[in-house]
């Protein structure tokens, strides 16, 4: 299978997702996620359609993004992967959402950049809803204050969540979380799911889901 049959069979699968959650059909985003995936790797896809996009790496989306999206109207890419604090000013230029803040210092950065240059990306805090040391993001007892901090003190319009579950775990009552944390912040965006679990993720309200391998193959 080539990445468009592939991209085809994923919005299938989206689509029958979403009806049997009985939700309805397109409330659900799908971020094709092209990391280590290059350009001409890539194309196809935008060639079927796909505009919203995810990548891991300030640096790698540097080299292959500005000229995708000069060839492409309408393309849409988000940072999927942790922020280096040094990283903040070409993501701020480059990303039109970054979907990892996760802890004070970098949604600081973020402020700091989105003030110096007038450029506005939609921004998600990441959770790590399975409390893993190794692993980014906020600790769930912790992201309604950190929420709180970013909207109140930084001026920041977070309008999303984040989670990646544990891979040895059942990601449902992960995905749980995240809505809980949402309700409660009146936060419309959940960026939950990937290829292996999309389908649970959509049973349980995520409004985006990022998927890398069932669409370009294994990295």
């Given at each position: 299978?080539?990445?468009?049959?592939?991209?085809?069979?994923?919005r299938?699968?989206?689509?029958?997702?979403?009806?049997?959650?009985?939700?309805?059909?397109?409330?659900?985003?799908l971020?094709?996620?092209?990391?280590?995936?290059?350009?001409?790797?890539?194309?196809?896809?935008?060639?079927?359609?796909?505009?919203?996009?995810?990548?891991?790496?300030?640096?790698?989306?540097?080299?292959?993004?500005?000229?995708?999206?000069?060839?492409?109207?309408?393309?849409?890419?988000?940072?999927?992967?942790?922020?280096?604090?040094?990283?903040?000013?070409?993501?701020?230029?480059?990303?039109?959402?970054?979907?990892?803040?996760?802890?004070?210092?970098?949604?600081?950065?973020?402020?700091?950049?989105?003030?110096?240059?007038?450029?506005?990306?939609?921004?998600?805090?990441?959770?790590?809803?399975?409390?893993?040391?190794?692993?980014?993001?906020?600790?769930?007892?912790?992201?309604?204050?950190?929420?709180?901090?970013?909207?109140?003190?930084?001026?920041?319009?977070?309008?999303?969540?984040?989670?990646?579950?544990?891979?040895?775990?059942?990601?449902?009552?992960?995905?749980?979380?995240?809505?809980?944390?949402?309700?409660?912040?009146?936060?419309?965006?959940?960026?939950?799911?990937?290829?292996?679990?999309?389908?649970?993720?959509?049973?349980?309200?995520?409004?985006?889901?990022r998927?890398?391998?069932?669409?370009?193959?294994?990295?």
């Amino acid at each position: 299978m080539n990445a468009r049959e592939n991209l085809e069979r994923v919005r299938a699968a989206i689509a029958a997702a979403e009806a049997e959650a009985g939700r309805e059909s397109g409330a659900v985003r799908l971020v094709a996620v092209s990391k280590t995936k290059s350009a001409d790797e890539i194309r196809p896809v935008i060639e079927a359609g796909q505009r919203v996009f995810g990548e891991n790496r300030v640096q790698e989306a540097q080299s292959k993004w500005p000229g995708l999206k000069a060839e492409a109207q309408g393309i849409e890419l988000h940072l999927i992967g942790p922020l280096q604090s040094n990283k903040t000013a070409d993501a701020v230029a480059l990303f039109d959402v970054i979907q990892s803040v996760d802890r004070e210092k970098i949604a600081r950065e973020i402020a700091r950049e989105i003030k110096k240059q007038d450029r506005h990306p939609g921004l998600y805090v990441q959770v790590n809803t399975g409390s893993e040391p190794q692993k980014a993001g906020i600790e769930p007892e912790e992201a309604d204050a950190f929420i709180a901090m970013c909207r109140d003190d930084l001026d920041l319009k977070i309008t999303g969540l984040m989670c990646i579950p544990p891979v040895d775990e059942n990601p449902g009552p992960h995905f749980a979380l995240l809505g809980k944390i949402a309700g409660r912040n009146d936060i419309k965006t959940l960026s939950m799911g990937m290829s292996d679990d999309f389908e649970t993720a959509i049973g349980l309200g995520a409004t985006e889901v990022r998927v890398g391998s069932a669409i370009f193959g294994a990295r």
